[in-house]
RNA sequence: GUGCCCAUAGCUCAGUGGAUAGAGCGUCUGGUUGCGGACCAGAAGGUCGGGGGUUCGAGUCCCUCUGGGCAUGCCA
């Protein structure tokens, strides 16, 4: 299926051409991208084009006589139910009520796949996203790329590509052994025995549950042993409440990539021998260092320490090469904005490399912070001051969670208050949506007790004004997919589904299938339109990863 | 200091260079012997942080100022 605002656009463009090769208008290049605005049906109707007004110019007449231009040589379509000029030059358009009504059929013959089109079809993508090393639990920090990235790979499998959801994660290096050191100490507190908590220890009671948990499970039978040990075991029990915790919002990945793997496959060592070679990387301070000053950066970084670790940056450049390599149309990585300076020298790496990183996609969202009584301070793991996302599950539960935290775009600072998130979680969106889809769920168990049936319901009855503005709505839906892609920005399906939800309950109050007056065969179109409703609605849900409801 | 992000209704936030700037919550007024009232109909509420610019048209793009956030590691 080819998205409505396409179509028009098509519709458009053959017009001009049309009205240039009839003499109509004079020849001038036509726009690249000619602009279809998504309107409410009211006086601007359905769809509006403004590109009368800018064709202006170049066709040396006045707006409004470039539209009238257009529409006397637009092309015949089913869809367009009236056309008009209005103001200085746009063109209106409303869809025509008798093909709105039987989409009400298309549909249901969509069924699950409501709404998606195919133009990725034959392309693979990946999202990568989370990669929080195991060091402590999952927070409300993380949890904004974590939705963000599922919700995004839901949107980016809807136009055709096949997706993989990827999780990097380091389970070596300074951090953790930080880990270990720190649950050791906690370990040997819980023991009553002589500890040295490391400076830059994590301080969270996390650890004192981890190190309780030991205790119960081994006694002091671990009292002698070294942090490596700890390291291991804190490793294993954070990733099963990391993996819990995603699941309890309905996340799961398909690959687990661990840094290491890079080194065991000698790609870290290959990547510093090439970019020697190509005099990329060299020796100062006892450091190696990557020339980034040759790729556009600022001042050069350093790849190995004198200790002779490497930096993160050195095993992400060949995370990014291994991404390209495994042939991904669009690799999309999710990062918090406090990592956004990390990607540029992953970029030029991969270029210094002779890559090209373009189906690399970085999306950065901004922080989350945290509000107690009024006040905001960062969160930090290290010092044990965050909300962790199965709190919030706890309090808020699975949907509102996940619609939350989508609902805010990309760019905006979120102040997370979880008082103020428990107060309204009795009044908000989110039931409004899932309401809708209880109610259609409601009317089909009615239906079924009355003996009411769609079979046979003649779809072009379903004329009236709510009806058909619902379905306006409902056939938006393609454009919110493809719009919401192309800007990766989640949070736009969660102002749509507020606006169908919405759009749906003035439907309800006044459309009904089996009370007032209804005729039988009004009623099996109704029905069917309600049939139409709830897949709409739950495809939308579904997109946003949350759950379906029959009764609430 | 420099780079990136933000500032829109009382509060939380949407808003693709288009026409009269929207929603939720809160406030106020109404609504059901009826598919579930977790709902609906309506009202009040705005110098889109200040100033300049770009153009047929700016909440949206550019410059600047103010106020906040993040980054500016041989941490990740």
């Given at each position: 299926m080819k998205l409505l605002t396409a179509q028009f656009a098509d519709l458009i463009r053959r017009a001009i051409e049309a009205a240039q090769t009839a003499g109509a208008l004079p020849a001038f290049d036509i726009p690249e991208d000619i602009p279809v605005d998504l309107k409410d049906?009211?006086?601007?109707?359905?769809y509006a084009v403004p590109v009368a007004l800018q064709l202006a110019k170049p066709a040396r007449r006045a707006p409004r006589q470039v539209a009238e231009a257009i529409m006397q040589h637009l092309p015949t379509a089913d869809f367009i139910g009236r056309a008009e000029i209005a103001g200085p030059g746009f063109l209106n358009f409303w869809l025509s009520p008798a093909w709105l009504a039987a989409q009400v059929d298309a549909i249901l013959a969509e069924?699950?796949?409501?709404?998606?089109?195919?133009?990725?079809?034959g392309k693979r993508a990946q999202v990568e996203f989370v990669?929080?090393?195991?060091?402590g639990p999952i927070t409300i920090a993380h949890t904004r790329g974590a939705v963000m990235g599922d919700t995004l790979a839901n949107l980016l499998a809807a136009t055709g590509y096949t997706v993989e959801r990827e999780y990097y994660f380091n389970n070596a290096g300074r951090q953790m052994e930080i880990v270990g050191r720190s649950l050791r100490a906690r370990y040997l507190e819980m023991l009553g025995e002589p500890f040295d908590f490391p400076e830059d220890g994590y301080r969270g009671q996390y650890f004192r549950w981890i190190a309780a948990g030991l205790v119960y499970e081994h006694g002091d039978a671990l009292?002698?042993?070294?942090?490596p040990v700890f390291k291991d075991l804190a490793e294993n029990i954070i990733f099963g409440h990391i993996r819990n915790s995603l699941r309890r919002i309905g996340i799961e990945f398909d690959n687990w990539f661990n840094e290491n793997s890079l080194y065991e496959s000698g790609a870290v060592d290959r990547l510093l021998e090439a970019l020697r070679e190509k005099d990329y990387a060299y020796d100062a301070d006892g450091a190696v260092w990557f020339r980034m000053t040759a790729f556009g950066g600022e001042k050069d970084r350093v790849l190995v320490k004198s200790t002779g670790e490497p930096t993160y940056v050195t095993p992400d450049i060949m995370y990014h090469i291994d991404k390209l390599e495994r042939g991904f149309d669009l690799a999309v990585n999710i990062l918090g904005a406090d990592h956004m300076d990390q990607y540029p020298a992953v970029a030029a790496g991969v270029r210094a490399m002779g890559y090209d990183p373009s189906p690399i996609h970085v999306i950065i969202h901004q922080a989350v912070t945290l509000v107690e009584g009024g006040a905001t301070q960062r969160m930090s793991k290290r010092k044990g001051q965050f909300v962790t996302l199965d709190e919030l599950v706890d309090e808020v539960g699975r949907d509102a969670v996940r619609y939350y935290i989508l609902a805010y775009k990309p760019d905006a600072h979120i102040n997370f208050d979880l008082e103020l998130a428990k107060a309204q979680s009795e009044e908000n969106p989110v039931y409004t949506i899932q309401y809708a889809h209880v109610r259609c769920m409601g009317v089909f168990r009615q239906a079924a007790e009355a003996g009411v049936t769609d079979a046979g319901a003649d779809v072009s009855r379903l004329t009236g004004e709510r009806e058909q503005s619902f379905l306006r709505k409902a056939l938006e839906l393609p454009q919110i997919i493809d719009f919401t892609i192309r800007q990766m920005e989640p949070h736009h399906l969660t102002t749509y589904a507020l606006d169908l939800a919405r759009l749906f309950h003035s439907t309800y109050e006044t459309v009904r299938v089996l009370h007032g007056d209804t005729p039988p065969d009004l009623a099996k179109a109704r029905l069917r339109f309600y049939k139409a409703a709830q897949v709409i609605l739950a495809r939308v849900l579904t997109l946003m990863g949350m759950t379906t409801p029959d009764r609430m």
């Amino acid at each position: 299926m080819k998205l409505l605002t396409a179509q028009f656009a098509d519709l458009i463009r053959r017009a001009i051409e049309a009205a240039q090769t009839a003499g109509a208008l004079p020849a001038f290049d036509i726009p690249e991208d000619i602009p279809v605005d998504l309107k409410d049906g009211g006086a601007q109707g359905d769809y509006a084009v403004p590109v009368a007004l800018q064709l202006a110019k170049p066709a040396r007449r006045a707006p409004r006589q470039v539209a009238e231009a257009i529409m006397q040589h637009l092309p015949t379509a089913d869809f367009i139910g009236r056309a008009e000029i209005a103001g200085p030059g746009f063109l209106n358009f409303w869809l025509s009520p008798a093909w709105l009504a039987a989409q009400v059929d298309a549909i249901l013959a969509e069924g699950a796949a409501a709404g998606a089109f195919d133009i990725n079809a034959g392309k693979r993508a990946q999202v990568e996203f989370v990669s929080a090393n195991p060091s402590g639990p999952i927070t409300i920090a993380h949890t904004r790329g974590a939705v963000m990235g599922d919700t995004l790979a839901n949107l980016l499998a809807a136009t055709g590509y096949t997706v993989e959801r990827e999780y990097y994660f380091n389970n070596a290096g300074r951090q953790m052994e930080i880990v270990g050191r720190s649950l050791r100490a906690r370990y040997l507190e819980m023991l009553g025995e002589p500890f040295d908590f490391p400076e830059d220890g994590y301080r969270g009671q996390y650890f004192r549950w981890i190190a309780a948990g030991l205790v119960y499970e081994h006694g002091d039978a671990l009292k002698d042993k070294d942090w490596p040990v700890f390291k291991d075991l804190a490793e294993n029990i954070i990733f099963g409440h990391i993996r819990n915790s995603l699941r309890r919002i309905g996340i799961e990945f398909d690959n687990w990539f661990n840094e290491n793997s890079l080194y065991e496959s000698g790609a870290v060592d290959r990547l510093l021998e090439a970019l020697r070679e190509k005099d990329y990387a060299y020796d100062a301070d006892g450091a190696v260092w990557f020339r980034m000053t040759a790729f556009g950066g600022e001042k050069d970084r350093v790849l190995v320490k004198s200790t002779g670790e490497p930096t993160y940056v050195t095993p992400d450049i060949m995370y990014h090469i291994d991404k390209l390599e495994r042939g991904f149309d669009l690799a999309v990585n999710i990062l918090g904005a406090d990592h956004m300076d990390q990607y540029p020298a992953v970029a030029a790496g991969v270029r210094a490399m002779g890559y090209d990183p373009s189906p690399i996609h970085v999306i950065i969202h901004q922080a989350v912070t945290l509000v107690e009584g009024g006040a905001t301070q960062r969160m930090s793991k290290r010092k044990g001051q965050f909300v962790t996302l199965d709190e919030l599950v706890d309090e808020v539960g699975r949907d509102a969670v996940r619609y939350y935290i989508l609902a805010y775009k990309p760019d905006a600072h979120i102040n997370f208050d979880l008082e103020l998130a428990k107060a309204q979680s009795e009044e908000n969106p989110v039931y409004t949506i899932q309401y809708a889809h209880v109610r259609c769920m409601g009317v089909f168990r009615q239906a079924a007790e009355a003996g009411v049936t769609d079979a046979g319901a003649d779809v072009s009855r379903l004329t009236g004004e709510r009806e058909q503005s619902f379905l306006r709505k409902a056939l938006e839906l393609p454009q919110i997919i493809d719009f919401t892609i192309r800007q990766m920005e989640p949070h736009h399906l969660t102002t749509y589904a507020l606006d169908l939800a919405r759009l749906f309950h003035s439907t309800y109050e006044t459309v009904r299938v089996l009370h007032g007056d209804t005729p039988p065969d009004l009623a099996k179109a109704r029905l069917r339109f309600y049939k139409a409703a709830q897949v709409i609605l739950a495809r939308v849900l579904t997109l946003m990863g949350m759950t379906t409801p029959d009764r609430m």
